[in-house]
């Protein structure tokens, strides 16, 4: 597999599953500018959506969308248990949670990430985000993970969103269980070593 990721987006979050699994792996980074990998691809060709991540198959097959990727990879590795079973309830609360981190908190981070937004845009966002972070932040006051004792794929997503902050200056000491969290999160070993790899730690 090929992961094609650019450092510190929604990528990361896949990136840290596939070290979480132990699945061998190749990166290659996408300039977003250009639409061109570190290996000389044209990026457009692999995902016409022209946004990261993508994940190239062994059989030639290409995913794309973050929480697609997570699914996908926790599924390739049910011994690890970074997902649970088809069918059962607490699978549809994952996805339940993979829903909103995109929706929800994911996305509002658009306006930010556009120069060009309207102030009016990004302080709307910055607003949304609040309301969104006093909500997590009751929920991971009460429990380590999203889905309760057990670290899962949805805490690889929300853990990369929540690094977003250090971009644009919302200070997560305001929500003490989410800086928490991410130091939980980040002092994992998977998420250790895709941060070096990504650049974003030494």
């Known amino acids: 597999m090929k992961l094609y990721y650019f450092p510190g987006a929604c990528s990361l979050a896949a990136h840290i599953v596939l070290r979480e699994t132990g699945c061998a792996f190749d990166l290659d980074a996408v300039n977003i500018g250009t ?22 198959l062994d059989d030639g097959q290409v995913l794309t969308e973050v929480g697609t990727l997570l699914l996908y990879l926790a599924d390739r590795k ?15 609360r994952l996805l339940e949670w993979i829903s909103f981190i995109s929706s929800e908190v ?4 658009g306006p930010l990430w556009n120069a060009g937004s309207p ?14 972070y006093d ?8 429990r380590p993970y999203l889905m309760g004792e057990r670290y899962s794929v949805v805490d690889a997503y929300l853990f990369t969103v929540l690094n977003w902050c250090n ?9 003490p ?17 895709a ?3 990504e650049g974003l730690v030494r």
């Not at 971009?167 to 305001?174: A, K, M, P």
């Open 35 to 56: 639409k061109t990998t570190s290996a000389g691809e044209d990026f457009q060709k692999i995902n016409p959506k022209g946004y990261v991540p993508a994940l190239s």
């Open 78 to 92: 049910p011994e690890n248990g970074l997902a649970p079973e088809p069918g059962t309830m607490e699978r549809y």
């Open 167 to 175: 971009f644009h200056s919302i200070d997560l000491g305001r929500w």
């Open 106 to 109: 994911h996305k509002q981070y």
């Open 195 to 197: 941060m070096k790899a």
């Open 119 to 132: 102030e009016a845009s990004q302080q709307a966002a910055r607003e949304l985000l609040e309301c969104r």
């Open 177 to 193: 269980a989410l800086e928490e969290y991410v130091a939980r999160i980040a002092a994992r070993p998977a998420a250790q070593a």
């Open 135 to 142: 909500y997590l932040n009751r929920i991971l006051g009460a």
